[in-house]
């Protein structure tokens, strides 16, 4: 919905009261409306800048904006002068008393009606239009850096404030910049009316100027209150979704404890304090709206008694001094409220400052080319071919058409490492997560080719930290990290992940068909390579039970599956994958020993033609491993060497 | 006709969910009557001034700017605390939806809520209830809209009969347009709101696999993917904003109609000096009132209509059954109560050797008792050990496949089974089924003399159930551990870490139990989160103890900790353990090996053990590890 339209409507009235009135209804509504989440700040940043950053949202789509702009302007055109100028004729050819006038103003009125009707239909659309793609552009930059985000991003945010982001925040910057060209409109409507009075009599413009900052000065008084209270409306809005998401994430736990009643009041609180902080808003909005419409009531009578002064004196007709009372209406009309269309867009803007601040997130180190691409269809071209990963020699593989010389030279390097057949080395690497209590401390480990390496310890150790470190999610304190001889820092993201496959701790399966889940990340995939990943994963047989086999869709975190059926998978996805590296992290935790068995087998025929590294605290995958690495305290040793 | 009914019973409901409905009604009738008489006033002060201002009277002038400086005063206060109030309804209204989705989605059955999306939840929370929120507030706009345009009719008819119904006759034309246009607002609604729920359910999806997503390079995939649902949103509010188009392009032209009869009819009039000029701008001034809001008013009846589907967005999950114990036919389902003499499943091929097991398990656990002394003060609950017996249990998660199948069995009080079978073959199931959480039929459970499917909600009180995939919350460690006991002493807290094997790391830690715990608790490593999970689960006091799968991602040692201190911990309580492991299987007393949803085999350890049994394969030829 766009308040838009009855605003501007409102403006048509010649009782000023009324026409502020639906515009005050129009903009309240877009408060209430508009869906809200901001962290409340202690400094509230410049609102200029703030307007610019959410014009940058238009993006390629600014054109369409500035001809919805004009023709907003060509309708207040004719709704302010227009009908000011029907009404002086109407009323001097009464005085007059010539019906023939009467007729002319009758049928201009007439033919305005049918150029507004067409008008109004027509900027709606393509203002909607506009700004629905706009929306489309924000949603998909901020989805985009936000898969793109250092991981270390995500131990302060929470999934649900960035789902609300994507939501709610892009919704409520839309309205913010519909908003905007509607007041961009007005202000093209003051200047008309201005320009008229002034030809009409430059005493009542005159008036009118100051009552009319009389006006604004009175509704921009709320602003800052107004906006200060919709930001913590937003913060409040934006917990309560958080709590809400978690909630119904962890429900069987909190049944399973009995602790509904907690688990429940917790989230709850959320709600009561949103409701809290919307009843001081709408106190708020109420005075706001009582002291400018009685600021707005004086100035109207002020004008009018300017324009009674001057026609007592004979400088203005009386059809001029009516046609005054229409003008000076919608100026007063629209400087009353601007205050408070200010104190609307401060809602808007802390959205849209949300959402700049969202764009703006540092990624990881080369996921900026990526976003500098237009369309993920055009980048996905350039992301390497999944299969080339499945050949060790990268001549051999199917080069990606797009290549850049960068990823040439690391793929040269890989082909021919320098002076060390070692698949992977860590140096000295000090790591932790926050810098009181480093994890890794001094961590020194080297990998051959085609060995299978055990990596064990107690947990909480750091075994899955230094399967993050290898897959560059994180950068190391100090020392070097290397795979095959080269400084992971220095490989692109791009190829070092497709060097590496991993099995995570956690499965992870997402709403799709088996099929894609296997074959995530490698959309070229054909069903027998599929299959014969499920194979080496022991996974087809019960995949093949499924209802639909392969194209049985799973839910939510694979919720109709068992965990040991969510593990298999995740490794059936890593077979598909067949990368130089494989990092298994406790890959058989669910799994029963038969299963684990012949997955076993899969992964030394694997260790006989890559590499693997293998975390479990079981012996079924270590078994036969070449080196077992035990990390404790910090510390990697190498506890056996079977070579 | 049927829409109209299903209107009022939304209304209705909508009614239930304010505190003092009579109060606010009341209320907002007050208002609606002075707002919609307000611009009436203000027309006729206006005529007043205007008519002064003609008469070039200054005396007269003054006084008229008085009444109307007067009016605008009055219209200013009731103004203002009709948005305050208004907006105060919006946020209450808001607030018991939210309060009441969430708790629908704790009290509906697990089985119902595992099948809804999460992100399609969330979007209900919080897209669909701001806009349904404003029910009653777009019927009050509605309401007045309608009040004024009759008050302004009205009005008109005292200045002047023929020009008011001239103009009014343009009303009922302006009307019928209007809502037929906004007719299809309805279904255009209901489709975007479906689409931001899909939208919010990839989005939360996508996010929460960010990891793995990195690590198969599948960034690109799932942004097209989220793509796809995104455009589903433009594509629907731009259809739906087509019919807001039309809309706008005939209230464009219906909104002057009236002003159009008004200059020409009455100009007419006014030449014949049949009309005042401060009549006739007095008139075109309540055309503001008439024809502009009978042209919005297909607008408002579009808006009500959208806050309605909203409504019935959040209704949709509100009315989804409850989790309540079913009551028995035959009166109090105590009265069900256990033949002793049942007998245990006939396909079971091997005979239970209970005294065996019994003492083997006793020798476990006073060498547990050696190696950690603190467990012995763990408090004994008042119920030590219930016994539990599953007769005949099928359970199927989609209709046509039960994953189980008429399963038997009887677990003593106090003693501890194992469940052991392939990964998928029902274990977690099973566990759920006993933990309450899911209502077992066909069949019955009975935990003690209790039927479960009578009283599941009771069963989650009396067992202390672990799940596979530990969950934490995002807030403290200790806020975490309270979920289970809130009364907790610190002292308990310490002593139900210090038997999950996790005190030593919470006190490594600054923070210890203040230390924040990330969404999913994603700040601590897997068999961190699974210690921390076993702690929480101690806390809550329970005679029985289901466990699944609770120290597959802690080491060797660690694991060795926790059962010996748990199983203390657990004297006399009756414990069911899912695990592929071989050690905690050996100090069974029973053994129950699943498969495909069957129990198939049963024993101790020492009998199931030998050549040939399903369970020697699932243990496997290394005899060292029943899974790995
Ligand atoms: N995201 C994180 N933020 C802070 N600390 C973390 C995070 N992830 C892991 N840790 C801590 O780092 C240590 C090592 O964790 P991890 O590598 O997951 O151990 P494991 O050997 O069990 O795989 C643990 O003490 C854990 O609490
Ligand atoms: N929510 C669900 N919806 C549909 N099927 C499910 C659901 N949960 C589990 N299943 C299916 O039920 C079977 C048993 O699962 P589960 O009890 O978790 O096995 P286990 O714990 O023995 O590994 C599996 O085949 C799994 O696919
Ligand atoms: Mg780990
Ligand atoms: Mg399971």
């Known amino acids: ?91 001097d050819s009464i005085t007059a008393k010539e019906i023939s006038l009467v007729w002319r103003a009758a049928r201009l009125l007439g033919l305005m009606a049918a150029a507004m009707g067409a008008l109004a239909g027509i900027s709606h659309f393509l203002s909607n239009w506009t700004l629905e793609a706009v929306a489309l552009n924000i949603r998909r930059k901020v989805m985009s850096r936000a898969l793109r985000a250092n991981l270390s991003y995500w131990h302060i945010q929470k999934t649900g404030d960035t789902v609300s982001l994507l939501v709610n925040d892009t919704e409520t910057a839309k309205q913010g910049l519909s908003l905007l060209h509607g007041l961009v409109g007005d202000i093209g409507l003051i200047v008309s009316c201005v320009v008229t009075l002034i030809a009409w009599g430059p005493g009542t413009a005159l008036a009118l100027f100051v009552l009319a900052a009389l006006c ?63 009843r001081k808003r709408g106190r708020l909005l109420g005075l706001q709206y009582g002291a400018t419409a009685i600021t707005q009531g004086l100035s109207s009578v002020g004008v009018l008694i300017v324009a009674a002064f001057l026609s007592l004196r004979g400088r203005m007709t009386v059809g001029q001094a009516v046609g005054v009372m229409q003008l000076a209406s919608l100026p007063l009309n629209v400087f009353g409220s601007l205050g408070e269309s200010w104190a609307t867009i401060q809602q808007n803007l802390a959205a849209s400052r949300r959402l700049k601040v969202s764009m703006e997130i540092p990624v990881e180190r080369d996921a900026g080319d990526a976003l500098a691409e237009g369309s993920p269809d055009a980048r996905g071209a350039l992301q390497p071919d999944a299969r080339a990963a499945l050949h ?132 070229q995939a054909s069903l027998d390579e599929i299959i014969r990943a499920a194979k080496l994963a022991n996974a087809h047989e019960f995949i093949a039970g499924l209802p639909e086999g392969y194209d049985t869709v799973l839910d939510e975190r694979g919720g109709n599956l068992s965990g040991g059926q969510k593990q298999r998978i995740c490794l059936a996805r890593a077979f598909l994958k067949d990368a130089g590296l494989l990092l298994l992290d406790e890959p058989t935790s669910s799994v029963d020993a038969e299963s684990e068995a012949l997955i076993r087998q899969s992964v030394d025929e694997y260790a006989s033609r890559k590499t693997v590294l293998a975390v479990s605290h079981t012996e079924g995958v270590v078994e036969g491993a070449g080196v077992v690495l035990s990390v404790a305290d910090g510390k990697v040793t190498e506890t056996r060497r079977r070579d | 006709m049927k829409t109209r009914a299903a209107i009022s019973g939304d209304l209705r409901r909508v009614t239930g969910l304010i505190e003092s409905p009579f109060k606010t009604y009341l209320q907002l009738s007050l208002l609606l009557v002075t707002e919609s008489l307000e611009p009436a006033l203000g027309a006729f002060a206006l005529k007043g001034l205007l008519d002064a201002f003609v008469a070039l009277n200054a005396s007269l002038v003054w006084r008229a700017a008085l009444v109307f400086f007067g009016v605008t005063v009055f219209g200013a206060l009731i103004g203002g605390t009709g948005v305050s109030m208004r907006v105060r309804l919006v946020e209450e209204l808001a607030r018991r939806q939210r309060e009441a989705l969430m708790r629908s989605g704790v009290e509906m059955p697990l089985l119902q809520f595992e099948k809804l999306p999460r992100g399609d939840l ?20 509605l309401a007045r809209v309608a009040l004024r345009a009759f008050a302004a009719a009205a009005y008109m008819l005292t200045l002047n009969w023929q020009v008011a119904l001239a103009c009014a006759l343009t009303g009922p034309v302006t009307l019928v347009v209007s809502g037929t246009i906004s007719r299809p607002i309805n279904k255009r609604s209901m489709e975007l709101q479906t689409a931001i729920g899909q939208v919010s359910s990839e989005a939360l999806n996508t996010l ?14 799932a942004e097209k993917r989220f ?109 069900h109560v256990i033949e002793s003499e049942w007998d245990l499943p006939p396909d079971a091929n091997l005979a239970p050797v209970e005294g065996a097991a019994i003492t083997e398990r006793a020798d476990s656990l006073s060498r547990a008792g050696t190696t950690d002394p603190s467990a012995d003060a763990i408090p004994e609950p008042e119920d030590a050990g219930l016994s539990i017996t599953v007769r005949g249990l099928s ?25 052991a079978g392939k990964s998928g073959c029902g274990k977690s199931t099973l566990i759920k ?45 200790r806020e975490n551990l309270q979920l289970a006991n809130a009364e907790a002493t610190e002292a308990e807290l310490r002593q139900a870490l210090s038997i999950a094997d996790a005190l030593e790391f919470v006190e490594r830690d600054e923070g210890g139990l203040d230390r924040k715990v990330s969404e999913r608790g994603s700040s601590f490593s897997g068999g961190e989160r699974q210690r921390l999970s076993i702690a929480r689960t101690l806390l809550k006091r329970g005679a029985v103890l289901l466990v699944d799968e609770p120290t597959s991602s802690v080491d060797r040692e660690s694991e060795e900790r926790i059962w010996s201190s748990l199983l203390l911990a657990m004297k006399g309580k009756t414990c069911v353990v899912a695990t592929h492991r071989l050690e905690i299987a050996a100090r069974a007393d029973l053994v129950f090996v699943m498969d495909g949803g069957r129990i198939v085999e049963y024993g101790t350890h020492a009998d199931l053990h030998m050549p040939g049994t399903v369970y020697s394969s699932l243990v496997g030829e290394t005899g060292g590890v029943m899974a790995g």
């Open chain 2, 433 to 477: 089924v006993l933990a309450g959480l899911y209502r077992p039929y066909p069949g019955t459970v009975f935990i003690g003399d209790r039927d479960l499917h009578y009283e599941a909600s009771w069963a989650r009180t009396v067992t202390l159930y672990l799940p596979q995939e530990p969950f934490l919350f995002s807030g403290s460690l």
């Open chain 1, 216 to 278: 604004m000065f009175v509704g921009a008084r709320f602003a800052e209150p107004v906006g200060k209270v919709s930001d913590e409306y937003q913060a409040e809005t934006a917990n309560t979704t958080s709590a809400a998401t978690e909630l119904l994430s962890g429900i069987a736990v909190v049944k399973s404890l009995k602790a509904e009643p907690i688990a429940l009041g917790r989230a709850l609180r959320t709600v009561d304090r949103l409701y809290g902080v919307a």
């Open chain 2, 208 to 221: 929460e696999g960010v990891q793995a997503i990195k690590s198969f390079l599948a960034e690109d995939s």
């Open chain 2, 227 to 335: 793509l796809t649902r995104a455009s589903a949103v433009r594509l629907a509010a731009v259809r739906m904003s087509s019919v807001f188009a039309l809309n706008a392009a005939w209230m464009g032209t219906g909104s002057l109609l009236p002003f159009a009869v008004t200059f020409g009819y009455g100009g007419y009039m006014a030449v014949q000096g049949r009309l005042t000029i401060g009549g006739i701008l007095a008139l075109v001034s309540l055309c503001n009132n008439l024809g502009w809001p009978l042209a919005g008013m297909g607008r408002s009846l579009a808006n009500v209509r959208r806050s309605l589907g909203a409504f019935r967005r959040v209704t949709e999950i509100l009315d989804l059954p409850r989790d309540v114990d079913p009551v028995p036919a035959d009166g109090h389902p105590e009265q």
């Open chain 1, 392 to 523: 060790p020699d990268p001549r051999m593989a199917p080069r990606p058409e797009v290549q850049t010389g960068l990823q040439q030279s690391h793929a040269h390097t890989a082909l021919h490492p320098e002076d060390t057949d070692f698949v992977l080395e860590f140096d000295s690497v000090t790591f932790g997560y926050d810098r009181e209590r480093a994890v890794l401390d001094g961590a020194c480990f080297r990998i051959r080719e085609r060995q299978k390496a055990a990596l064990v310890g107690p947990s909480g150790g750091g075994k899955t930290s230094v399967l993050r470190l290898i897959q560059g999610f994180y950068e190391p304190w100090e020392g070097t990290i290397k795979l095959r001889g080269k400084d992971v820092s220095s490989i692109p993201l791009k190829e070092l992940r497709s060097q590496v496959g991993i099995v995570p701790q956690e499965p992870f399966i997402f709403p799709g068909t088996v099929r894609e889940n296997i074959a995530m990340g490698n959309e």
């Open chain 1, 1 to 91: 919905m766009s308040p838009k339209p009855s605003a501007r409507n409102d403006k048509d009235g010649g009782d000023d009261k009324d026409g502020r009135k639906g515009k005050i209804e129009t903009s309240d509504r877009a408060r209430e409306e508009g869906a809200r989440t901001e962290r409340s700040r202690e400094k509230r940043p410049d609102s200029w800048r703030d307007v610019r950053d959410m014009l940058s949202f238009l993006g390629a789509y600014w054109p369409l904006y500035i001809v919805c702009i004009f023709l907003n302007i060509c309708a207040n055109l004719a709704y302010g002068p227009g009908i000011a100028y029907s009404l002086a004729v109407l009323t």
């Open chain 2, 395 to 419: 359970f199927e998660y989609i209709q046509g496949t039960p994953v189980l199948k008429d399963i038997s069995i009887e677990i003593p009080a106090g003693s501890l089974v194992v469940l």
């Open chain 2, 122 to 141: 969330a979007s209900r929370l919080t897209s669909d209830i701001t806009v349904s929120s404003r029910v009653i507030t777009e019927c009050y706009l």
